[in-house]
């Protein structure tokens, strides 16, 4: 095992060194190695120019590059950490790194708070969480009346706005996640543990290359 020299890695905008970014996240250095190599797949998938362009993020989420997400707009927002439009390598590695079984429950929990926090003014209101809940049910093939949708957005924000002002904060977030964990679930992929082993896997399941498939 060794990390990237100069000499064997075309320089691509927002490269970082592996070593670097190992240290930063539960990642290992061949671990980090491995996602270089995911990320030039998808990076190349449409535009070849070393980023991850929200096109090519649709594609490797739904195969589709057109298909439009409020769920997948709002996690290409969030690993578009300079908000240039664009997904750096390590933007990609330290984004994924949230994800990791071994990050902290804390960031976990803030990642999904920003998730959801759609106008990003610091809370989580009950249209934005509407929202939301509409797209993940899309996303799932889910289809539920418009009175079953509002019951259980109803429900959730009551529980949530612990001090009823009509929003729910950071501090309230925490303390309703902490007594529902289950709400980040989704926040764990467990293949992460070992992407080395699991990098293959990944590459078939996003479908980037038909040939692969």
Request: hydrophobic residues 40%; charged residues 30%; negative net charge.
């Amino acid at each position: 095992m060794g990390c990237f020299c100069s000499k064997s890695v075309k320089q691509t905008p927002g490269y970082e060194e592996p070593i670097v970014l190992a240290a930063e996240t539960p990642f290992t250095v061949s671990e980090v190695e491995a996602l270089y190599e995911l990320f030039k797949k998808l990076s190349s998938s449409i535009i070849d120019d070393g980023l991850i362009h929200k096109e090519e993020f649709n594609l490797a989420l739904f195969r589709n590059r057109n298909k439009r997400n409020l769920f997948a707009d709002r996690i290409f927002d969030l690993f578009d950490v300079k908000q240039n439009g664009v997904i750096e390598f390590g933007e990609f590695v330290r984004s994924l790194g949230v994800f990791h079984p071994d990050a902290p429950i804390e960031d976990k929990t803030a990642f999904a708070f920003r998730l959801y926090d759609l106008r990003h003014t610091g809370y989580i209101e009950q249209e934005e969480l509407k929202e939301m809940v509409l797209a993940l049910l899309h996303e799932s093939d889910l289809v539920l009346s418009e009175d079953v949708v509002e019951t259980i957005v109803d429900k959730t924000f009551s529980e949530a706005d612990a001090k009823g002002d009509g929003k729910i904060d950071q501090e309230e977030w925490e303390e309703f996640v902490s007594k529902n964990p289950s709400l980040i679930r989704n926040m764990t992929l467990p293949y992460l543990k070992d992407i080395t082993l699991a990098f293959p896997s990944f590459v078939l399941s996003s479908e980037v290359e038909d040939s692969e498939v």
